[in-house]
């Protein structure tokens, strides 16, 4: 097991409890298209998602239990004094994904954002999506 | 002259014409990017020519394979592995999947589908989506659209 296994594993564990019980999770929309079982399709959805201070997670449910993706932050800078762009990554044995977008802000925690999510799963699907967040469901 | 000698003429006379014929090693295309660029606190439209190269040109039948994406002045801005490729429906067509991750902050994707030449597999056009992260901290995400087959 390498130390980025490890690593996630660590992050998995800090991340759920304290998204659960503090954090602000929001329901977002995703629209794009998935590469899988020699087949492109197109797909649509609810993801919900919370953030860190050092991650970004993404789930198929409001629980944060049934997970897409943990992300590490590469870089998150402001755009103006509401506003901002921030990209994560999710680099382990068996998923490889990157999210780029930008966010809004207000001074205190992200109110709401919109990206671009691709990544390659470890069944060897594969897809690219456009994730906008809807509202937030728990804080 | 030996047995051995006649045979060896015939190899040379066999593969001459099947290393001619072969797919070019490597093969460039010509392609358009759209999407927006973040650097620098701000995040830019972008609109750009790019230049795409296959390190094996057949990539339809290739499992592994080097994909490079570089601006106009042939600067390269990921050289990208071939995680999955897999055929659609109708014959002709597929989906393919690179990533790249340098160990040193950069780090990309690239998704798509393509086209490609039933009997050769050289691609005839691909589209997809690219995002990259880049170890200045910058980072991107840019739809590219292939164009012509550059012969170089």
Not at chain 1, 29 to 58: D, N, P, Q, R, Y
Not at chain 1, 76 to 90: L, M
Not at chain 2, 131 to 139: D, E, R
Request: proline fraction near 2%.
């Amino acid at each position: 097991m390498s130390y980025k296994a490890i690593l996630l594993g660590i992050l998995i564990f800090l991340a759920i409890p304290s998204a659960a019980a503090a954090q602000v999770i929001f329901q977002a929309t995703f629209s794009g298209t998935e590469f899988c079982h020699s087949a492109v399709t197109k797909i649509k959805g609810t993801v919900f998602i919370t953030f860190s201070a050092g991650g970004m997670l993404i789930t198929k449910d409001p629980q944060l239990k049934d997970v897409i993706s943990v992300m590490l932050i590469n870089e998150s800078f402001e755009t103006s004094t509401t506003a901002g762009a921030f990209s994560f990554s999710d680099i382990d044995a068996g998923n490889f994904g990157i999210f780029t977008g930008t966010f809004k802000d207000n001074g205190d925690q992200v109110t709401g954002f919109t990206g671009n999510f691709g990544a390659i799963f470890s069944d060897g699907c594969f897809q690219t999506v456009t994730i906008k967040s809807g509202k937030i469901i728990a804080q | 002259m030996s047995y051995k000698a006649i045979l060896f003429g015939i190899l040379l006379l066999l593969a001459a014409p099947a290393v001619s014929s072969a797919v070019p090693l490597e093969l460039f295309y010509q392609a358009s990017a759209t999407g927006t660029n973040f650097c620098n606190n701000a995040a830019t439209k972008v609109k750009q020519s790019l230049l795409i190269g296959f390190l094996f040109g057949d990539v339809a039948f290739e499992i592994n394979n080097v994909m490079a994406i570089e601006d106009a002045q042939q600067t390269v801005i990921a050289s990208l592995l071939q995680e999955e490729i897999f055929a659609t429906s109708p014959p002709g067509t597929g989906a393919f999947m690179y990533t790249r991750n340098d160990g040193n902050g950069n780090i990309s994707t690239f998704a798509g589908t393509f086209k490609n030449d039933v009997n050769t597999g050289i691609l005839t056009s691909f589209t997809g989506t690219f995002n990259a992260i880049f170890a200045n901290g910058c980072f991107e995400n840019l739809t590219i659209k292939s164009g012509k087959q550059i012969v170089q």
